[in-house]
């Protein structure tokens, strides 16, 4: 303290009996609804303010913080650098332990995680899942966590990767999917089990937090209540109404939509002949034209139906199907579709690893396979693991397409999907499924129902 | 431990650690204790000797220790208890200080609520989100609404003392209005439908009724405009107690209060109020009193569509007076001018009052458009008008007015639903004025000719802009004359021709009169002229249209140069020759057509003043055993006498009679050939379709009526244009 006014808005901590010395405005910078911010606040320093003004000696602004002094050092260094850099003897869960006691939780989380990039991708973590089975679904959570579905539970997972209650569907029923309404809230579907008298299956939204049951969804026939085994699920643009495939005991078939906010049933498309809806294992909303893409996929099927349907005048606006396809092509099934960013193509990748596009511009056109997007090493990879058969999955992120093919993700960027990057992560065999989100990539093994996370670290300063 | 030797004691065990989970049972009890002691230090003002981080540990360490509920729990207790202190004391507050007391403490509360909030944040962040539960801020918010806002004591007395208030600035008073701002925001934010439920429906029910009971008072004792003002003034007065001390979102509704009851309730008793009401303000100009209630009107439903009724139906009467007046109909300028008044009146109303309303413009269009076709004589005195207006040579008045006046003019010809009458008469009128070479500018003159040009097309004033081609043609025509033939003409007359063509000037067929010697050898050989340097064509001399300046001495030996018509020259010629002439001898001699030698001897001997000629006997009209005779004793001022021909300016009956048949005559081939370019592009087509096309083709130019069209298809059909369908009869088929 050479002159008083360097002394002007400087703080000395104490914290577990290690000495810090910051300026009131790094303290600030945490903003006023964490706990440095309301400690520093007037409301709680009148007689600090009095004695000040008095003697003008601020030797008397030391504050005692009972905590771990390691810690605060760098949750301090990243009030001051915006950066986190957690030394090797800080284990992260304490260090996130100490961010939630001083409200410092979410700028741990946006410094730890730094915008998707599919092309920078690490691998952070890999979680070794205890369920037993197959996992059938990992869905990405908007702030980064995630849930793993298999068989009658959802996993649930929080950013920091710790594991939360699991969601039981009522009754235990199977889920056949997961859907983020928000970070606290998921949405799961799953399967009505033959025998079972009436309330079974169906969609329901869940605390993702505490795994309890916020709501049931219903829906009515001729204003008749009845029960469904619910497919896929997807949102609108919005996030104001969702749509599930549906399948009900009485070949009661199609799209449900409900109003998010409500919970009421809002619509319902029935399965007019010839198409394929209530069977669906991927729906998909496409922002721009306000139509919904639903996919029904070889296995699932003999063959593969995709249609866009138009709900204001519930028309099927295009569609594709395989089902005349000459013989000699047979035995190549599409096996899963995603619609392209710009909407105006639908991707589809085959068993055999093949990517191909429908134009949705034409209702005539087939499939444009691409051969040469094919990977040589997936081949290789899938005979070691042939006797377990995970059909490749597809996503859209940023600009870049996602494929998963045996036991690696690869990236695709560029109007000509150029392969840029390959993910080949933890040791549990093929990828049965992967969701991005929150910034984070999550790829689920059919073995050991281990989940690899992958992270995009912040970028090189220089 | 299979091998011998007996088994040791200090074997190690392992214990379990019991203490571990067991903690204080006290624990909870005494760390509330802290935090309770800590809120009430807080709300006592006592918080300096309070130690933060102290409280916001224990707080921690409680929601740590699944406490968390317990915590909750006891804070909502204890917040209800002090709220429950705070209302009795805002209750035992008197009179006046009842808002300032409920403002101190609704500050303190908040102040308190922040701090509180502060030590709890943990468990705001934890414990809240997973449990549902409200969070803090909000929970002490809920709990002040329900304890004091909601409590019987305080609720009825804070809506009254505020509505009491504004009340009183209503009636003059000066109330404090930091304060009312402070109570209104704390009622807002405690959520909007606190504000609206408990605030602002009984505001805008108060409101109401004292309008209601306000308004009806005015009405009874305020003429319209006072009326108005007072409502306008009401109105602002409302808007800026909104933006004062309310929420924004509550001017919308109470201007609406006030705009039903102090406007909608009384629109039509102040739109019809005797000797103030809006038709006297539309006679009287009264922009200021239109601007008020046409802003205020337009805030209501059905407001502007009175205001535009009632001056729509005003205009009608007005204008239907104006041109079915027989006073007007004498001065066919005059009636012009009143109607081009009318209009500026309005237009003047509707930009200075009516902030140029496009339905006010098109309520006032189609009213002129209305009563100036109940008239059918206004095209011809439209066209006088222009007359009057290019002739006299506007005294005074330059380019720019005269451009004015034109641009008015259109206006009124674009109200014309028969536009070709008025082309009649204009083509008429302006040849008037280009033969008698009484256009005082040919700017205008062209200036008009664009105007309807742009107004109607090509086609309507092809003819007329040919009229202004042959009068340059002519004059170059002259200059040449005279300078080839100069020499060859000598002293003779001067002769001035102009040339026109046949088909662009409303000329009738008359035949030529016999002119005098000296004329016609200066016309002849201007004929060889003319025909020597253009083949093929024909001259015809038109002399009903000529002018002539002769020279005259009288008896004294006074001098005089005499203006007169052609036909006045070839009579007072006969006179070098001879002093009496009888009406016959003239007749013979000059072959005049006998209605226009009427007139002409009429003009030369009848008129005081300028009777060159002596009749016998004297009386008022030209008989045909009349004698003329030279008047030597004729006087005059002036040496040049202008001698005009007897000719009314406006129509007579007659002649007016013919030109509208003139104008049916020449609608007629309009309508076929319409109907025939119709048929030619539809083939087949019903009767109505092609009345219907018909008018739609045609109205720029005239209303064609229905019976004529119905005419003409059946004169088509005896031509073999069209026949009728076979089978269907009320079909029409075009033949190629």
């Not at chain 2, 070709?420 to 280009?434: C, G, N, T, W």
């Not at chain 2, 202008?642 to 009314?648: F, P, Q």
């Not at chain 2, 003139?662 to 009345?691: C, F, G, T, W």
Request: charged share 25%; net charge negative; aromatic share 8%.
């Amino acid at each position: 303290m050479c002159t008083p006014a360097a002394g002007r808005g400087r703080v000395r901590l104490n914290v577990g009996g290690r000495v810090f010395e910051t300026t009131t405005a790094t303290l600030a910078s945490a903003g006023r609804d964490t706990m440095l911010g309301a400690m520093l606040d007037a409301s709680w320093n009148a007689s600090h303010d009095d004695a000040a003004c008095g003697g003008g000696g601020s030797a008397a602004a030391e504050y005692f913080i009972d905590r771990d002094p390691a810690c605060f050092a760098v949750l301090l260094d990243l009030l001051r650098t915006g950066g986190l850099h957690v030394p090797r003897g800080v284990p992260e869960a304490t260090l996130y332990r100490e961010a939630l006691y001083y409200g410092l939780l979410d700028r741990v989380r946006a410094a730890r995680l730094g915008d998707f990039d599919g092309d920078r991708l690490r691998l952070a973590a890999s979680v070794p899942g205890c369920a037993p089975g197959d996992g059938t679904a990992v869905r990405a959570a908007p702030d980064g966590g995630c849930c793993v579905a298999h068989g009658g539970a959802v996993r649930v997972y929080n950013w920091m990767l710790e594991e939360r209650r699991p969601v039981y569907y009522p009754g235990h029923a199977p889920v056949n999917d997961a859907a983020y309404l928000d970070a606290a809230t998921l949405l799961v579907a799953a399967r009505e089990r033959p025998g079972r008298l009436g309330d079974d299956g169906g969609v329901a939204a869940f605390s993702a937090l505490t795994g309890g049951l916020r709501h049931r969804f219903r829906v009515a026939h001729d204003r008749q209540p009845r029960s469904f085994t619910a497919g896929a699920l997807t949102f609108d643009d919005g996030g104001c109404s969702f749509f599930a495939s549906c399948k009900g005991r009485f070949n009661e078939y199609g799209i449900g939509v409900w109003d998010a906010n409500t919970g009421e049933q809002a619509d319902f498309f029935y399965e007019p002949p010839g198409c394929a809806l209530g069977d669906a294992d991927r729906l998909q909303w496409l922002d721009g034209t306000g139509t919904l893409m639903v996919a029904t996929m070889f296995p699932r099927t003999d063959s593969s139906f995709i249609s866009l349907l138009d709900f204001r005048d519930k028309s099927v606006v295009w569609s594709w199907s395989d089902v005349g396809t000459p013989a000699s092509l047979e035995d190549k099934h599409a096996v899963h579709a995603v619609v392209m960013e710009d909407g105006r193509s639908v991707c589809v990748i085959n068993q055999y690893d093949d990517l191909g596009f429908l134009d949705l511009r034409s209702s005539a056109g087939g499939v444009r396979w691409r051969s040469r997007s094919k990977l040589a090493t997936s081949g290789k990879t899938k005979a070691l693991v042939s006797e377990e058969v995970c059909y490749p999955k597809l996503a859209t992120y940023g600009g870049q397409l996602f494929a998963s093919t045996g036991d690696t993700v690869s990236v695709f960027s560029g109007p000509d999907h150029v392969l840029t990057s390959t993910l080949r992560g933890g040791q549990g065999g093929a990828i049965c499924d992967f969701s991005i989100g929150g910034d984070r990539l999550f790829a689920l093994h059919s073995e050991e129902n281990v989940f690899d996370v992958w992270e995009t670290p912040p970028p090189a300063i220089i | 431990m299979s091998g011998g030797g007996p088994p040791r004691k200090r074997n190690f065990k392992i214990e379990a650690f019991k203490n571990r989970v067991e903690l204080d049972p006290k624990y909870a009890e005494r760390t509330w204790k802290v935090l309770e002691h800590a809120i009430h230090e807080i709300y006592n003002h006592n918080a300096s000797g309070l130690s933060f981080e102290e409280l916001y540990r224990s707080a921690y360490n409680m929601v740590l220790h699944k406490y968390g509920e317990k915590l909750y729990d006891c804070l909502q207790n204890t917040m209800t208890w002090r709220l429950k202190e705070i209302s009795k004391s805002i209750e035992a507050a008197q009179g006046g200080l009842f808002l300032e007391e409920l403002n101190a403490k609704w500050m303190d509360h908040n102040k308190a609520l922040q701090m509180i909030r502060d030590i709890l944040m943990y468990m705001d962040r934890t414990y809240v989100p997973t449990s549902h539960r409200t969070p803090v801020h909000e929970l002490g918010l809920n709990l002040w609404r329900d304890h004091i806002i909601h409590s019987p004591m305080i609720h009825s007395r804070l809506v009254n003392t505020l509505l009491d208030l504004i009340k009183g600035e209503r009636m003059g008073e000066v109330i404090n209005r930091g304060l009312m701002r402070s109570i209104t925001k704390m009622l807002m934010d405690l959520g909007p439908a606190v504000y609206q439920d408990d605030f602002e429906k009984p505001f805008l029910d108060v409101s109401a009724s004292f309008y209601s009971v306000e308004s009806q008072e005015f009405i009874e004792c305020c003429d319209c405009g006072n009326y108005l003002k007072k409502a306008e003034r009401r109105l602002n007065e409302e808007m800026e107690r909104v933006s004062h001390y309310l929420d924004a979102g509550s001017e919308a509704k109470i201007t609406s209060v006030v705009e039903k009851e102090m406007i909608a309730n009384h629109m039509h008793r102040l739109v019809h109020m005797e000797n103030s009401g809006l038709l006297n303000m539309l006679v009287d100009d009264r922009y200021e009193d239109l601007g008020r209630m046409y802003s205020l009107f337009r805030r209501v439903p059905d407001g502007l569509s009175t205001i535009r009724d009632v001056m729509t139906s005003y205009l009608r009467e007005t204008g239907k007076q104006l041109v079915t007046d027989p006073e007007s109909l004498k001065d066919p300028v005059e009636f012009v001018q009143r109607l081009l008044n009318e209009k500026d009146k309005h237009d003047k109303i509707i930009s200075v009052a009516f902030g140029n309303d496009k339905t006010f413009q098109n309520a006032l269009n189609s009213s002129f458009e209305y009563f100036i076709n109940l008239n059918n004589r206004s095209p011809e005195f439209i066209s006088l008008y222009v007359d009057d207006k290019l002739r006299k040579g506007h005294k005074g008045a330059t380019e720019e007015d005269v451009e004015v006046i034109l641009d008015k003019v259109m206006m009124l010809f674009r109200y014309l639903q028969e536009k070709d009458v008025f082309e009649k008469y204009y083509k008429q009128h302006l040849a008037k004025r280009l033969l008698s070479g009484k256009t005082v500018s040919d700017d205008a003159e062209r200036s008009m000719i664009v105007k309807l040009k742009t107004e109607c097309g090509y086609q309507f004033t092809s003819k007329l802009e040919g009229m202004f081609t042959d009068m340059k043609t002519s004059q170059d025509t002259m200059q040449d004359f005279y300078a080839k033939k100069s020499e060859e003409l000598g002293d003779g007359p001067t002769l001035d021709v102009h040339i026109l063509t046949t088909g662009s000037w409303p000329t009738q067929p008359s035949p030529p009169c016999n002119l005098p010697t000296e004329i016609l050898t200066v016309c002849e050989k201007f004929r060889a002229y003319y025909l020597g340097t253009h083949n093929g064509r024909r001259l015809t001399w038109q002399t009903n249209m000529g002018t002539a300046d002769i020279k005259a001495t009288f008896g004294k030996g006074q001098k005089h140069e005499l203006n007169v018509s052609t036909y006045q020259m070839c009579v007072l010629m006969l006179f070098n020759n001879a002093d009496g002439l009888t009406y016959k001898d003239i007749e013979r001699d000059t072959e005049i057509p006998a209605s226009d030698l009427k007139r002409c001897l009429q003009s030369l001997a009848c008129v005081k003043g300028k009777n060159v000629l002596r009749k016998e006997p004297m009386s008022k009209d030209i008989s045909e055993d009349d004698t003329f005779y030279f008047n030597d004793k004729f006087t005059s001022k002036l040496v040049k006498v202008k001698i005009g021909t007897v000719v009314a300016q406006k129509e007579s009956e007659p002649e007016k009679q013919e030109t509208r048949q003139r104008v049916e005559e020449d609608r007629k081939p309009q309508i076929e050939a319409a109907i025939v370019r119709i048929m030619k592009s539809r083939r087949v087509l019903d009767h109505n379709s092609i009345v219907a096309e018909v008018t739609k083709q045609l109205q720029a130019r005239f209303l064609p009526n229905p019976v004529v069209i119905k005419k003409r298809i059946e004169s088509l059909i005896e031509r073999e244009f069209l026949e009728r369908d076979k089978v269907d009869r009320k079909l029409y088929r075009y033949l190629a």
